[in-house]
């Protein structure tokens, strides 16, 4: 180990300028700064690029923006297709599938091939897709594009390969689902109307086959026309021209009636014995008024009938409420016999579907739920109760109930954690839901055997904090935090809160956990800092708050006298809220001009207050108004709980709080904190900036479109280029006067505060957006009674290194190449009853520096990552061992010290949508995908890394959309996906009896083949639509037959698809022999009772 040290030794004095990044630090790849590799530090790297792999995991949340909705009677399975081309297929819970179309165009309309698992969909660029749903991974086995017509509407009946398609130009095609070519058999729009007609009937806006005869199909046009076609005779057994334009279409089951909804808010019944006028017509919804009119309503977007044996037919319908009721609420009706029930929903009903027992469409529907799809949100509604309550969802469909603001990822969590925190979040759950099992429970999932404790944690504009439960790629919320509770409500229009932020002064701009101690952190819009802790007893509290100034005076001006002067010490024993230090240019010494401007933004709650069990605010923090100007928003913080300490930071300095003694340590200026160490020898202070906008944080909703990357770049968005692509000057000897610096990261931990310190002590680190690193050594009382009486001292600072780009992260590694974690103490409950026996102390967990060194030697490796480049420097000799300039055209946006299979990596995110992972210390590159093609801010925000090779960001307003970078979780993914696919028996049809089916149509003697195959119909124009095959095939046979046994298992598949269906055969055979046993019986009995009769007495 002498040589180890003769060797960094030798770095240093080798590279006097390798600290302020010299020209020796290089800019390929790693380069160390001298001479010496990483086997000469004796690090033994294990990782390599084959331990890496980018894919998605799974996506939680609510699909946004959504379109259609689709529902597999059989196999309970939900899909639901979105604007953006997504399909999210949703089975039991564990069950959650999302599918994207390549093309990004809207879906149109779902349609499953009921029990075969298999899904069409229909998108906005007239495309057909046929999905296999029987692999974890669904993929498109065909897609059929149309040329000339836009596809409106699809029909497909239960157990037929043939797929009827309604277009814009009123016409009628049909797509053979096996092969996905088009039938030659077409329903013109002129032949389909009498000839007569002078007018163009519109789009197809309804297609279903007759219940009573699969051989008759209903067409219905968007002005008003029906028609029933006769699809062997190819002729229209009736037209039907209604004055009002039709909505939707809905079949009695014994297909003697139907129900159309209309624009006008009206419901027609009509009857087949008389097509010339309507059997019956209701306005369920529009009363008649004075003057004997009827109100005029909205239009019925969807009508289903449906029948019931031990009750009325139930009548299920969206939309129709009158016009002159402003301010309703969008309304699904339910009318049942003559009870008429409104169920207001929160947001727009974009579609709804009525859940039935039976398949079959001739069969008494028998409904027991209705599937409503919002704008936001899914709810199930339970028809089997007379009050329709509504099932308890069991996805996390709510991650959007207030727009999600800021997130944090946590992997291996300490195991007690979850159940805890479940525990008390259940205690504050809804009822009144039904007590019935959720209806959509298709497809299988087992608990993976690679899963560990997972936490994600999500801010809120509203305020409120969501901890949810993450584990083996599920997602379960687990506990609510309302932080807008310690605060007193402002009052609309007044106060310096109304003036900063309009609309959401309570949302979270970022969050800090220790899951160790159950010590959390809130940073909020309005320059709000709030502490809290667990407890698991409810408590009267006094909410502490503590208020700091954190401006910036333009008319100080700095001399190296002054700085010699004035270290930068904290006073002692200053406990005060308002702290006053011995330097007077320190930004919290200054007396207010006038009393009215040194006020925070909101104001807490003074009075004592009862908290519930869980987290309880111990401590506020709120940065003032200074001279009718708004405190700049927080740009950093850490917390470590072993030493009790809080630091934060913005463009205009860095504060440190003790929050054990509830005091103000430091608040100085950047600038200050240099001393006569100032890299860039500026003369004056930065002057303040006008009023900083604060609205860029809550628009993350609807149209944050990849346009303004301003705020997203770093944490301080000051003097930054307006697009991604533009390249950054990494100029740094001219710097200009008016460019505030920020402090961007902040990080406790054990170091070496000075290259002459033996032995690690407390130290803060400092990174602002100028890239310069500074080190503050601290004195903390090691005794229990020494910490809550005697002060924290903080020396003036150490080391200042120097790297391109906003400092992002720092990390710390031992000499053998392991991650240190920062120290932590254990949590105890404060609130707990007192024990005499066992005084509760306060029990620290350190991981020091040198607890290896007889290995190696004192001294870690400190490791900083900037938006540009990353260093990795010995301590306490500061030496730049490595570094690795990491972009030039682009700029980090996230980066973390990870641990993955068993080492630790830097994982970096770039604004060109790069991820990338570096060794360490080598800082060797391992991956560099090409994620993201186009990164926005909502991304930006949101996008965090943590251990296990695992990511997350917000891919949409409502959805979380989790990823692995490690290859072994790629490898392990297919067993933690659920089946959506089960092998289940279709349910048999009710025997018809033999009158009925004689005398009630030959609806099962119908052969489609016959009438649209090839031979009877032809081939249709190829200039139609276009066949494009897909790659689901494929790469269903990859994951099913990876590796040498492919070819094996691709027969085992055939041979077992092939005995399915030579099973279902047999299965056909059976009923056809049973079926044509009592068809002779009945023959027989009917010829013995008439073969006696004369021809009169029939």
């Known amino acids: 180990m002498k040589k180890f040290r003769k060797v960094l030794d030798g770095l240093t004095t080798s590279s006097p300028g390798g600290t302020i990044g010299s020209p020796s630090c290089g800019s390929a790849a790693g380069t160390p700064t001298a001479a010496p590799t990483p086997k000469e530090i004796d690090v033994q790297e294990t990782l390599v690029s084959e331990n890496f792999q980018l894919c998605k995991t799974v996506r939680h949340g609510f699909a946004y923006q959504p379109t259609a909705l689709a529902f597999d009677p059989v196999q309970k399975i939900l899909a639901i297709g979105s604007r953006s081309g997504g399909v999210r297929i949703l089975g039991r819970p564990g069950v959650d599938c999302y599918c994207q179309h390549e093309s990004g165009a809207a879906v149109l309309q779902l349609q499953f091939l009921i029990n075969e698992g298999a899904l069409v969909t229909a998108c906005a660029d007239d495309t057909l897709h046929l999905w296999n749903l029987r692999q974890r991974r669904p993929a498109v086995l065909h897609s059929l594009k149309f040329n000339r017509e836009r596809i409106t509407f699809c029909h497909l009946p239960f157990q037929s390969k043939w797929l009827y398609v309604g277009t814009e130009r009123g016409n009628t095609h049909i797509v053979n689902i096996e092969s996905f070519i088009l039938s030659g058999y077409v329903i013109m729009w002129n032949k389909a109307i009498e000839l007569s007609t002078k007018t163009h009937p519109g789009p197809v806006v309804h297609l279903s086959d007759s219940p009573k005869d699969e051989g008759k199909l209903l067409i219905g046009f968007e002005s008003g026309t029906i028609v029933q076609w006769d699809l062997r005779a190819k002729k229209a057994d009736f037209r039907i021209y209604y004055d009002e334009a039709i909505h939707s279409v809905s079949w009695h089951h014994e297909g003697k009636q139907f129900m159309c909804s209309h624009s006008d808010g009206s419901l027609t019944l009509w009857n087949l014995r008389n097509t010339t006028k309507p059997f019956q017509v209701t306005f369920p919804h529009g009363k008649i008024q004075k003057d004997g009119r009827k109100e005029s309503c909205k239009p019925i977007l969807k009508v289903e009938y449906k029948t019931s044996r031990s009750s009325e037919p139930f009548v299920i319908f969206s939309g129709g409420l009158s016009y002159d009721k402003a301010g309703r609420r969008p309304a699904l009706t339910i009318m049942h016999g003559k009870a008429i029930t409104v169920l207001e929903m929160d947001y727009p009903i974009v579609e709804f579907m009525v859940l039935c027992e039976t398949p079959y469409i001739n069969e008494v529907q028998e409904p027991y739920a209705v599937v409503v799809l919002l704008e936001k949100d899914l709810i199930v509604v339970d028809l089997t109760q007379s009050n329709f309550p509504v099932f308890e969802n069991p996805y996390p469909m709510d991650v959007h109930e207030s727009p999600v603001t800021c997130t944090a990822y946590f992997a291996d969590c300490p195991p007690d954690i979850i159940p805890i925190l479940y525990s008390i979040g259940a205690k504050h759950k809804k009822t009144g839901y039904s007590q019935k099992e959720w209806p959509v429970s298709g497809g299988t999932w087992t608990l993976g055997s690679h899963t560990y404790p997972e936490i994600i944690i999500t801010g809120h504009a509203d305020g409120s904090v969501k901890f949810w439960d993450a584990s083996a790629i599920t997602l379960q919320m687990l506990y609510k935090l309302k932080t807008s509770k310690v605060f007193e409500k402002p009052k609309p229009g007044e106060g310096r809160a109304a003036e900063l932020v309009e609309e959401d002064p309570f949302a979270v701009q970022m969050v800090s956990w220790c899951p160790q101690s159950r010590i959390f952190c809130v940073v909020g819009i309005s320059a709000h800092i709030i502490l809290y802790r667990f407890s698991k007893y409810d408590a009267n509290t006094q909410i502490v708050a503590l208020e700091v100034r954190l401006q910036c005076e333009s008319e100080d001006v700095i001399t190296p006298s002054e700085n010699e002067n004035n270290p930068c010490f904290s006073e002692p024993g200053s406990h005060s809220p308002q702290p006053h230090h011995q330097y007077p240019v320190s930004p919290g010494s200054r007396t207010p001009e006038s009393g009215k401007d040194s006020i925070p933004c909101l104001k807490v709650k003074e009075r004592v207050v009862r908290v519930p069990p869980g987290y309880q605010s111990d401590l506020v923090i709120q940065l003032l108004w200074v001279d009718g100007e708004p405190p700049q928003q927080i740009t950093s913080l850490d917390i470590n709980s072993a030493y009790g300490l809080l630091a934060f930071g913005n463009c205009n300095g860095l504060a440190v709080v003790d929050y054990l003694q509830k005091t103000v340590l430091l608040c100085m200026s950047t600038l200050d904190l240099y001393g006569a160490t100032d890299p860039y020898q500026r003369l004056t202070r930065s002057p303040r900036r006008n009023r900083q906008s604060t609205s860029g944080l809550t628009e993350l909703t609807d149209n944050q479109q990849s346009v303004d990357m301003e705020r997203s770049k770093s944490p301080t968005s000051e003097s930054r280029e307006n697009s ?76 200042v290194q120097m790297l391109k780009g906003s400092v992002l992260r720092f990390g710390f590694l031992d000499c053998m190449g392991a991650l240190i974690q920062s120290p932590y103490e254990v949590w105890r409950d404060t609130n707990a009853p007192e024990d005499p026996d066992r005084p509760r102390k306060r029990k620290l967990v350190h991981f020091s520096p040198s607890s290896s060194q007889e290995a190696c030697g004192e001294g870690h490796l400190a490791v900083v990552c900037s938006e540009r480049q990353a260093k990795v420097f010995l301590m306490p000799s500061q030496s730049c061992l490595f570094v690795h300039n990491i972009t030039e055209s682009s700029f980090v946006l996230r980066a973390d010290v990870v641990s993955v299979c068993n080492s630790v990596c830097l994982a970096c995110f770039c604004a060109n949508g790069h991820v990338m992972t570096l060794s360490l210390p080598s800082l060797r590159p391992l991956m560099d995908v090409n994620y993201l093609p186009l990164t926005d801010m909502r991304i930006a925000r949101t996008f965090c890394f943590t251990n296990g090779g695992q990511a997350l960001y917000l891919s949409s307003p409502t959805e979380i959309q989790r990823i692995t970078y490690s290859q072994e979780m790629c490898d392990n993914l297919q067993e933690m996906l659920g089946e959506l696919f089960t092998p289940i028996e279709t349910p048999e049809a009710q025997n018809r009896g033999f009158l009925k089916g004689f005398f009630g149509g030959n609806a099962h003697t119908f052969d489609r083949e016959e009438l649209f195959g090839e031979a009877a119909a032809g081939k249709a124009s190829r200039s139609l639509a276009q066949h494009i095959p897909g790659q689901g095939g494929v790469e269903g046979m990859k994951v099913a037959a990876s590796g040498a046994v492919g070819e094996l298992a691709r027969a085992r598949i055939a041979l077992d698809e092939r005995g399915q269906r030579l099973g279902e055969l047999e299965e056909r055979t059976a009923l056809m022999m049973t079926s044509a046993e009592t068809f002779s019986k009945h023959a027989h009995e009917l010829m013995l009772k008439c073969k006696d009769k004369k021809w009169y007495q029939f």
Do not use: H
Not at 734 to 750: N, W
Not at 772 to 793: A, G, K, Y
């Open 724 to 799: 991604f692509s533009r390249s950054r000057s990494s100029s740094v000897s001219s710097i200009d006067r008016d460019t505030k610096e920020a402090v961007t990261t902040l990080q406790f931990g054990e170091s070496y505060g000075r290259k002459s310190d033996a032995f690690p002590t407390p130290c803060l680190w400092v990174g602002t957006s100028l890239g310069v690193v500074l080190l503050i050594p601290m004195s903390i009382p090691n005794d229990q009674e020494e910490r809550m009486e005697e002060p924290v001292t903080i020396g003036p600072s150490g080391a």
